[in-house]
């Protein structure tokens, strides 16, 4: 036999070794669990939560499950990221209060000093019907949720990119989840209005915001709008959907979604709102789980504001006529906000909890003493809004 026979047996015999390997990793790989989707749910979003052997290393081997009950360094892991949600949303609740009192202190000192005459009712009035307590409001918010969504993301080791990795997305999604958020706010409406019934029975209110002489001139109307209908919708969208939402979600997606509403409704601090940014952030949590992007919660958040300062001052600017107009839209979305739901909930439904999961979702969150001192802390600030 000559020398190209050998070479051609060779050659043959490595071809043949590499398709083995081949095959025995495939083997291997079918051993190993699905690391993004270890609780193996089939109503989990799995590219949204993340690479789970970064709680449970374990994953990397063969034939590993998850148990049905974390192991204490797991069980350590999953509370860890609890504790950093709840850390957050402290933060953004001191920071901008805090925020809000020492400028406006200061603010207050440099008024009385040029106007020695000018009592300190005079003052705060000024300053609530100009631009000025509609400019802090805005920027005070405005920086406590950047910063803490931005201190959360670094704190849980996740990318700021992934906020913004949209999937299966486009205009007709859009004008449907649009439709959707407007169905939720006009019923929010409702049931708030029952709820002030209620507690104005028995001589207290549940709507603490006061917004008569804020913001009534030109500048101070049109700051209010920019923040109500942009820089709310994407800086509120940041913290809870980009940032809560993702690290709510690593071992239990259906409990982050319930948990970042919950956090959501509370840090509106009054019923109304309450009512309403829970209801709406079950949904926005939905859609930025399924779209992996805080993208969709962003337009539907504007649409939904939008839409609610149009109507709370068509009757002042265009009258009775301007009102027929608006409740004729009003109308039209609501019924078309129905429908579009009925169809999304049949095909999409918010994810479900397996046995596994239910053990590393409120089970470990309520053992995070951060994480319950922030919902005290919410909860506590809109109770004595409301009562005192």
Not at 17 to 24: F, W
Not at 184 to 211: A, P
Not at 255 to 263: E, L, P, Q
Request: proline content about 4%; overall charge neutral.
């Amino acid at each position: 036999m000559n020398e190209d026979y050998y070479r051609a047996e060779i050659s043959s015999l490595n071809r043949e070794i590499r398709r083995l390997n081949r095959q025995i990793e495939t083997e291997r790989r079918k051993e190993l669990p699905d690391k993004f989707n270890p609780f193996d749910n089939p109503t989990d979003y799995p590219y949204f939560s993340g690479d789970y052997s970064d709680i449970m290393p374990e994953l990397d081997a063969p034939d590993c499950s998850v148990p049905l009950d974390p192991a204490p360094e797991e069980h350590r892991k999953i509370k860890r990221f609890y504790s950093i949600g709840g850390w957050c949303v402290m933060g953004e609740f001191f920071v901008s209060n805090i925020f809000m009192m020492i400028v406006m202190f200061i603010l207050e000192m440099v008024l009385k000093s040029q106007n020695s005459g000018a009592g300190e009712d005079a003052i705060n009035s000024y300053m609530s019907s100009s631009s000025i307590l509609a400019g802090l409001n805005m920027l005070a918010f405005m920086i406590s949720n950047i910063l803490f969504a931005f201190v959360g993301l670094k704190m849980a080791n996740i990318p700021k990119t992934q906020l913004v990795r949209t999937r299966d997305f486009g205009f007709g999604k859009a004008l449907e989840y649009c439709l959707i958020g407007g169905f939720l706010w006009i019923i929010s409406i409702f049931v708030s209005s029952g709820i002030e019934d209620i507690f104005s029975h028995y001589g207290h209110t549940t709507n603490v915001m006061d917004m008569d002489g804020v913001g009534v001139t030109g500048v101070g109307f049109a700051v209010m709008m920019i923040y109500q209908c942009v820089i709310a919708p994407i800086t509120e969208e940041i913290f809870f959907r980009g940032m809560l939402l993702r690290v709510f979600s690593r071992a239990n997606q259906r409990f982050a979604v319930f948990a970042t509403a919950f956090f959501f409704g509370l840090g509106h601090h009054n019923v109304p709102q309450f009512v309403l940014a829970f209801l709406i952030g079950i949904f926005l949590a939905h859609i930025t789980l399924k779209h992996n992007s805080v993208i969709p919660a962003i337009i539907v958040h504007i649409f939904i504001n939008t839409m609610s300062g149009v109507v709370s001052n068509v009757e002042e600017y265009f009258g009775f006529g301007g009102i027929i107009v608006a409740e004729c839209v009003i109308l039209v979305i609501a019924i078309a906000g129905f429908f579009m739901l009925c169809l999304f909930r049949g095909k999409d439904k918010v994810p479900s909890s397996t046995p596994a999961q239910s053990r590393r979702g409120i089970a470990v969150a309520k053992k995070s003493v951060v994480f319950v001192s922030a919902v005290l802390l919410q909860l506590i600030y809109t109770v004595a809004l409301i009562f005192m």
